[in-house]
């Protein structure tokens, strides 16, 4: 994330805690003078107060700790400095509180006009500039009085995160204020500029705060203009990223055992996914170029997109402005040189559409590369990133550092360009049409709802001159907002590297449809710079209050961000929406979470609500590390079957594959093997339960139930059966033989290894893993249908089947995170099951003549 003070904030947002005036853009317009609404500024960093000023050139200097509070001291130190916040906060909150007063004050006159026979303003139009702002004070003024006490009489008992709780917990006020921003500025500016009273009014009622704090000694400058509406009514907005940021220094400065850090962390994330949805909601910052004819344009939207061109991927830096869309290219330029853009196209809005005007058109075949090359080049930049910690450390490893780093945003960038598959297009009016692949449905639904928003105006169709054209090229790297491809090696070391682990979500209900429709959510997370849909409820039929939860078990790979998505299923085929070609179902909302290592690494459950387009989505989540999760615990357990030793299991049942294994193997290859996603998808974790407790107690039932279940849950037990195994199916004894083995560069001495490493498993582990390999080999034979190749199986069951012991991964390996686990353990475990997937033991024919191995009984 950017600092504070490079962020677009930094247009909108006087710091000074002293002062009540703005720099010239607080009244929220741009350079042009059209009305804005800001950003809301997420970025962690020290608290308004302990913020050093910015230099000259606008950067921010260091700011130096008081003295005798040297950073990182004792507990003491760090409570003397909780304390150092939370005063300059308290000082900063009364004046806030006084800026909310004066916001009020030239209401209770207006209002006492509204009745009479000569109104300044009519009570509509009052109300809708002062919308909410006598809540928020209310809520300040609470927070104020019972925060100041707790500042006079401090010591280490002092507990205030209780009182940052409520106030977070009230933020639904904010959003309202939110969206009603707008809409209060541009009253309150008309009103101004058509009242003169309105405009005597606030300005003597200005003028009385003034002399009021001046009586009571508070500092404010009386050469710059006097208060007024649109002044301070950017006020509230400021205030929500100023608490934000004070909760993420008083976290710093909390001991983990205080009481107060679970209540600070609770109010950090709620504020956190406020900021983020009200981000999500409200309009980009425009900055405006200027044509040669004196017309104003202003940049809405860009990003990085990967564009089908002469059946080939090129990575485009697209452009969204007012009036129309820039497909631009990255010029090579000399080394010291400014990067410059190259225009490849453009469209103006008032000639795109997404519908091709003549329904035979032909559209670009979409080539997608095997899911094998993809997983492969994962495997790659994770074996880098250990490389770069790992020479980081060595002595004089900073050169090869730089040229990991350089091989490694090659191998990212060729994952960003080969990775997307869902298809973009758009047309003009005069018949050409351009097609985008993303990697996400979220993405594709915000550049269309960017583009709808802005045909909505009267949009006049420009064709502009080469001369226009290149001063407008030329002032895309000015005007950007992402300045480079979303790749880890773009990123400072010291930034968050993301979760890796198991991410549970409870996806609970949802509020706030209008109409009864058949809803379902889906849910996506960031990994490799794109993100990948990982899990779907189930449909729920007819309903304006979808009741789900369902519980989902979500595998993150660098993971920073949830996305939900809810949908309407549409079943009749004479209403269903054609996009891009496709038959797709209706996105009614979307948002998104951070994935907050503080907030989520946790044991217990975090309850949260996401808005999306005014519906609330209401989710749990937790986070377990990889390392935890794949940890494999010694049983003494006997009865049932998981976490059961598998000897023990198929003796019982005088069986040489447990009848677990059979049976859902059985399912899946009955009516799941079609299924797009089988075994990747995340089955329900509820039914998940429900199915190991069936298995567990051996009920009669378990036939019916396999049946009526989920097909995706039926697949989660059986992996879920081989990942509680005591021991993994391959063995711990066998283990480093299987890694020395796969390591062979001899294709004849490997397959000899395998091949005696395979016999030497017991009986059941052999058969057991036979008979998978035979299932898996099948559900691969339908890859153009469910698009699981033999790669992408062998990556989710590779590290269930093989895994070392708890002795093997702590013995003399230097391996020191979670990604480096994932980076030397699981490389190796997928290469050992795609190998025999690949290379059969034995005629798959033969095993199924073998009418022995099949029956239940010896």
């Known amino acids: 994330k950017s600092q504070l003070s490079s962020h677009p904030l930094s247009l909108y947002f006087n710091y000074n805690t002293d002062g009540y005036e703005g720099d010239g853009t607080e009244d929220g317009k741009s350079q042009d003078g059209s009305e804005t609404l800001p950003y809301i500024d997420e970025s962690p960093t020290m608290s308004p107060q302990l913020c050093a000023p910015q230099g000259p050139d606008g950067e921010a200097v260091s700011p130096t700790p008081p003295e005798g509070l040297p950073p990182g001291g004792d507990i003491e130190k760090g409570l003397e400095m909780k304390k150092l916040v939370l005063s300059g906060f308290l000082a900063s909150e009364e004046i806030y509180i006084n800026q909310l007063e004066a916001l009020l004050l030239p209401m209770r006159p207006l209002k006492a006009t509204a009745t009479t026979s000569q109104p300044v303003l009519t009570i509509q139009q009052i109300e809708t500039i002062f919308y909410k702002i006598q809540d928020i004070f209310e809520i300040h003024k609470e927070f104020y009085d019972a925060l100041l006490p707790s500042i006079q009489q401090w010591d280490e008992k002092v507990t205030v995160g209780h009182l940052f709780q409520k106030l977070a917990s009230q933020l639904g006020v904010y959003k309202a204020f939110v969206d009603n921003y707008k809409v209060a500025l541009e009253t309150a500016e008309k009103c101004s500029q058509a009242n003169i009273q309105f405009q005597k009014i606030s300005e003597v009622n200005s003028f009385s705060m003034i002399q009021r704090l001046k009586k009571e000694k508070k500092k404010c400058e009386t050469t710059r203009p006097l208060f007024s509406p649109t002044a301070l009514l950017y006020k509230p907005i400021d205030r929500v990223t100023r608490s934000t940021l004070v909760l993420h220094d008083l976290l710093k400065h909390t001991p983990k055992d205080h009481p107060d850090f679970p209540l600070l962390q609770d109010a950090l994330r709620i504020s956190q996914n406020f900021l983020s949805s009200i981000n999500e909601e409200i309009d980009p910052r425009r900055t405006a170029v200027t044509t040669p004819k004196g017309e104003a344009r202003q940049l809405v939207k860009d990003g990085f997109l990967v564009e089908v061109s002469e059946s080939s991927r090129k990575l485009r830096h697209v452009f969204l402005f007012t009036d129309l869309l820039l497909c631009a290219k990255m010029k090579k330029t000399a080394v010291g040189r400014h990067q410059q853009y190259e225009c490849k196209w453009y469209i103006p809005l008032a000639d795109l559409t997404f519908q091709t005007l003549d329904d035979s058109d032909s559209?670009?075949?979409?080539?997608?590369?095997?899911?094998?090359?993809?997983?492969?080049?994962?495997?790659?930049?994770?074996?880098?990133?250990?490389?770069?910690?790992?020479?980081?450390?060595?002595?004089?490893?900073?050169?090869?550092?730089?040229?990991?780093?350089?091989?490694?945003?090659?191998?990212?960038?060729?994952?960003?360009?080969?990775?997307?598959?869902?298809?973009?297009?758009?047309?003009?009016?005069?018949?050409?049409?351009?097609?985008?692949?993303?990697?996400?449905?979220?993405?594709?639904?915000?550049?269309?709802?960017?583009?709808?928003?802005?045909?909505?105006?009267?949009?006049?169709?420009?064709?502009?001159?080469?001369?226009?054209?290149?001063?407008?090229?030329?002032?895309?790297?000015?005007?950007?907002?992402?300045?480079?491809?979303?790749?880890?090696?773009?990123?400072?070391?010291?930034?968050?590297?993301?979760?890796?682990?198991?991410?549970?979500?409870?996806?609970?209900?949802?509020?706030?449809?209008?109409?009864?429709?058949?809803?379902?959510?889906?849910?996506?997370?960031?990994?490799?710079?794109?993100?990948?849909?990982?899990?779907?409820?189930?449909?729920?039929?007819?309903?304006?209050?979808?009741?789900?939860?369902?519980?989902?078990?979500?595998?993150?790979?660098?993971?920073?961000?949830?996305?939900?998505?809810?949908?309407?299923?549409?079943?009749?085929?004479?209403?269903?929406?054609?996009?891009?070609?496709?038959?797709?179902?209706?996105?009614?909302?979307?948002?998104?979470?951070?994935?907050?290592?503080?907030?989520?690494?946790?044991?217990?459950?975090?309850?949260?609500?996401?808005?999306?387009?005014?519906?609330?989505?209401?989710?749990?989540?937790?986070?377990?590390?990889?390392?935890?999760?794949?940890?494999?615990?010694?049983?003494?357990?006997?009865?049932?079957?998981?976490?059961?030793?598998?000897?023990?299991?198929?003796?019982?049942?005088?069986?040489?594959?447990?009848?677990?294994?059979?049976?859902?193997?059985?399912?899946?290859?009955?009516?799941?093997?079609?299924?797009?996603?089988?075994?990747?998808?995340?089955?329900?974790?509820?039914?998940?339960?429900?199915?190991?407790?069936?298995?567990?107690?051996?009920?009669?039932?378990?036939?019916?139930?396999?049946?009526?279940?989920?097909?995706?849950?039926?697949?989660?037990?059986?992996?879920?059966?081989?990942?509680?195994?005591?021991?993994?199916?391959?063995?711990?004894?066998?283990?480093?033989?299987?890694?020395?083995?796969?390591?062979?560069?001899?294709?004849?001495?490997?397959?000899?290894?395998?091949?005696?490493?395979?016999?030497?498993?017991?009986?059941?582990?052999?058969?057991?893993?036979?008979?998978?390999?035979?299932?898996?080999?099948?559900?691969?034979?339908?890859?153009?249908?469910?698009?699981?190749?033999?790669?992408?199986?062998?990556?989710?069951?590779?590290?269930?089947?093989?895994?070392p012991s708890e002795s093997e991964n702590t013995k003399g390996q230097h391996i020191t995170s979670a990604s480096d686990i994932w980076s030397h353990d699981v490389m190796a475990q997928v290469q050992v099951l795609l190998y025999y997937l690949q290379h059969p033991p034995i005629s798959f024919a033969e095993l199924k003549r073998n009418t022995l191995y099949f029956s239940t009984d010896v």
Request: glycine share 4%.
């Open 363 to 803: 559209c670009p075949s979409i080539q997608v590369l095997p899911e094998h090359e993809i997983e492969e080049m994962k495997i790659k930049i994770s074996v880098l990133k250990s490389e770069i910690q790992k020479e980081k450390k060595a002595p004089k490893g900073q050169s090869r550092v730089e040229r990991l780093r350089k091989k490694m945003n090659e191998q990212e960038s060729w994952l960003l360009l080969h990775s997307p598959t869902i298809p973009f297009r758009i047309h003009n009016k005069h018949g050409k049409s351009y097609l985008f692949l993303l990697s996400s449905d979220y993405e594709r639904s915000e550049w269309r709802e960017s583009i709808q928003k802005l045909q909505k105006k009267d949009l006049q169709a420009c064709v502009l001159s080469s001369v226009e054209l290149q001063v407008l090229t030329s002032s895309c790297f000015k005007l950007r907002t992402v300045h480079n491809i979303p790749v880890t090696s773009n990123k400072d070391d010291e930034e968050t590297p993301g979760l890796y682990g198991f991410l549970h979500v409870i996806v609970h209900s949802a509020k706030g449809f209008k109409e009864s429709a058949n809803l379902y959510c889906t849910l996506e997370v960031d990994s490799y710079g794109y993100f990948v849909s990982k899990a779907k409820t189930r449909v729920f039929r007819d309903t304006t209050e979808p009741q789900w939860n369902e519980e989902f078990e979500i595998e993150l790979e660098g993971s920073q961000y949830l996305r939900i998505l809810c949908y309407e299923k549409c079943y009749d085929k004479s209403m269903l929406n054609k996009d891009d070609n496709e038959i797709v179902d209706k996105i009614m909302g979307k948002g998104q979470v951070q994935l907050d290592p503080q907030t989520v690494q946790s044991k217990n459950w975090h309850m949260d609500v996401i808005e999306m387009n005014g519906i609330k989505v209401e989710f749990s989540m937790k986070f377990t590390s990889r390392d935890l999760s794949l940890k494999r615990t010694p049983s003494k357990k006997q009865s049932g079957v998981f976490g059961v030793k598998i000897n023990v299991v198929t003796k019982r049942e005088r069986s040489k594959v447990p009848y677990i294994v059979r049976q859902c193997i059985e399912e899946v290859e009955k009516r799941g093997i079609d299924e797009v996603g089988i075994y990747r998808i995340s089955g329900v974790a509820t039914d998940i339960q429900a199915l190991k407790l069936a298995f567990d107690t051996n009920t009669k039932d378990i036939l019916v139930m396999l049946s009526d279940m989920d097909i995706n849950a039926i697949a989660g037990t059986l992996k879920l059966y081989f990942r509680e195994l005591p021991e993994p199916l391959l063995t711990d004894r066998l283990y480093p033989a299987f890694m020395e083995g796969i390591a062979l560069s001899d294709p004849a001495a490997k397959e000899n290894c395998m091949m005696h490493l395979l016999r030497s498993l017991p009986d059941p582990n052999l058969m057991t893993f036979l008979t998978l390999l035979e299932h898996l080999k099948r559900v691969a034979d339908k890859e153009p249908v469910n698009k699981m190749s033999l790669h992408n199986l062998a990556t989710v069951f590779g590290p269930t089947l093989l895994r």
